[in-house]
Each structure stands twice: as C-alpha cells, then as structure tokens.
C-alpha cells in the first residue's frame, strides 16, 4: 500500500559504529544536537545497538525516528531508547482493524498497538500515530474500531497525521486492483508541460461497492469522520 516500496531501491544497513561517528562528528561542526532519522523503517533491533553505542560514547544528542510497533518495541528497550536521546516516534499504525492489517500485509498486531503507545509514553517519549483512512475494503466497523482504538490510547499519543489512501502503480494494490475491490481510472495527470501531459505513478480508482456498482473512494469520508470525531 505504501509508494515507499516504489521510492527507495532496497535497503542497506550501515556499521553502527560508522554511524555513531558520523553523529558525534555533526554534533562537533556544525554543531547539531537534533537528528531525525529518516529512514521509512529502523527495526527494534538496531536501534538498540545504535542507544547502547551513543550511551558508551556519551554523545548529548536528542533524536527521533520512525518505527512500526510491534512486540518487538519492549519497555526495556524504549526506556534505552529514551535515556540515548529518543525523543518522538512516528508510528506506522495505519488501522486499528485486525482484518485491514490483514488485507495490507502491515505485519503488525492490533492487540499489541495500544501497548507499545503506553510503554514508548512511560519511558518519555512522544508518539505520533500515523494513520490511513480509506484503506481498500474498509467498512464501517472497521473504521469503528480504528476510533476506538484512538480514544483508548489516547493518553500515551500526542499527536495523529490522517492520511487518505492513495492507489500506487506498482505497489499489490496497484498491481491486482480488482482483488481488492477497486476499478482502476488510469493514471493521474501529474503537470502539463507545453501540450504534454506528465503522468503520475498515482492511480485514479473507484470502489466496487457490494450491489457492483462504483462509487467514490472512501478515503476523503473517513477523515472527515475522524476530524468531526476529533473534535
């Protein structure tokens, strides 16, 4: 579901050490203290080696990092993660819907979401969940209980993004669109230059509703529905 998979070609995971010395070098000229780790994804894993390492070399830096909770995001951890200047994690959430992670591959579990937010909240640390309304198949209920789920753990989150799903070429979705009940437009126009028109890796799309026909996507409804509920 996520254009990511399209943008970045693989992943290679640097030396730790290497890293740690390219932190402390910033910090020494010119000077930063603030870093933003802008990878899409960092596992539980390395960052632990990467907090153990900024601890043994007594770097003062404060940073934050997105990640995607699992159970893997123990409270230990989270604490090593604070004291090594963990400051705010952007959480890949997207549904609180068991059945929608399901049908995103996403590879979490939503009965551990809520306790991954309380613990990254006890060792210090902000949250930001990141959500996606209008994911293929949703419904009512799922939408009921991805609500739910927001005002249970809304003590441990201190800010949410509401991001409308968007149909990528390329990506499952795109690739199989009628298996997962859409109807593919064509491509988004993306800008005009001159009398060409650019496209876009964005696909246009309608929804199969259940009597056959099309209709709009749900996207722009559900974060409407949020906001109102936000509020």
Sequence with gaps: FCAHNRGFAGYRRKDIGRFVDELEAYGKSPGARHFYLADQYVEAADLELLSSAILERGLAIDWSVM??????????????????????????????????????????????LKSVLAASAGAGISNLAMMIFGLPTGTDDDLRETFAFLEEAGESIDAVTSSIFTLWEGTPFGRDPARHGLSVVGPAALLRVGDRQVRSFRLDYREVASDGTLRPPRGAQEADAWQERRR
């Design 67 to 112: 990640g995607r909770p699992t159970a893997d995001y123990t409270p230990e951890r989270l604490d090593l993660f604070s004291r090594a200047g963990c400051r705010w994690i952007s959480w890949g959430i997207e549904t609180a819907s068991p059945r929608l992670l399901g049908v995103i591959r996403k590879g979490t579990d939503a009965a551990v």
